[in-house]
């Protein structure tokens, strides 16, 4: 793959608990992006960055922040987790071209108990 | 309001056979499409995409097919092996003004199962 890692892979948590998920690339791309994917609604765009300390919210932003203080580095923090957002979480890399679109990395499934 | 539509949720060939995903979109901004497939507990890997210059795009066993009239398009796989089973997810893109960036826009994906 082209260097893209998410980490934990797998995580339970608690109602009302604090979730940070992690992107890290190793390509020095500049632009990155969350996704999250649930059965019947595909793949949807939670936030983006477009540089460091520079990132901009998605179609289902709602609960969730991001920062990106490294170029490397696009952090997701669930506030304060609901049941609604167990799901599967992707976080992608792009270059400028858009022949090959984007490179996701293998996914955090995330389950809020 | 769905931009990208996949309206097949599954779809079952037999190896061998010619497989055809659909997709459908309403924004007449989108300007590139793209095909990605996805296996279980795995990322979605990039497949195959077009220009919306072009009709068509073929590498390999797999060819994408662009109606711009009709917002339509389709992924055509010949010969379909039980390799392919996999979901499927359809997305389209359109330039944003600064020229550089562009985000993706999915559709909810059709599962494609080849049997032996």
């Known amino acids: 793959d082209a260097g893209i890692t998410q980490s934990p892979r797998h995580k339970v948590t608690e109602t009302g608990t604090p979730v940070t998920l992690r992107c890290h690339q190793t390509?020095?791309?500049?632009?990155m992006y969350w996704y999250r994917q649930d059965p019947g609604h595909g793949l949807r765009l939670i936030h983006y960055s477009y540089g460091v300390k520079d990132t901009d919210k998605g179609e289902v932003s709602d609960g969730y922040s991001v920062s990106r203080s490294k170029t490397e580095d696009f952090l997701l923090t669930l506030e304060s987790a609901t049941s609604s957002q167990t799901s599967v979480y992707f976080c992608?890399?792009?270059?400028?071209?858009?022949?090959?679109?984007?490179?996701f990395g293998s996914g955090t499934r995330l389950t809020v108990v | 309001d769905q931009q990208v539509k996949q309206n097949s949720p599954s779809l079952s060939v037999q190896e061998g056979r010619i497989s055809i995903l659909n997709c459908d979109y309403t924004?007449?901004?989108?300007?590139?499409f793209l095909w990605y497939k996805k296996y279980p507990a795995e990322g979605p890997t990039f497949l195959i995409s077009i220009s919306s210059i072009k009709d068509k795009n073929e590498d390999g066993r797999f060819t994408v097919f662009l109606n711009k009239s009709a917002k339509h398009l389709s992924l055509h796989i010949v010969p379909s092996q039980p390799g392919d089973s996999a979901v499927y997810f359809c997305?389209?893109?359109?330039?944003?003004?600064?020229?550089?960036?562009?985000?993706?826009?999915f559709g909810k994906g059709t599962l494609l199962t080849v049997n032996p």
């Open positions: 992608a890399i792009s270059a400028t071209g858009r022949t090959y679109g984007y490179t």
């Open positions: 997305a389209a893109s359109v330039r944003n003004s600064g020229g550089s960036n562009y985000k993706l826009t």
């Open positions: 390509e020095n791309h500049r632009y």
């Open positions: 924004n007449s901004m989108f300007d590139y």
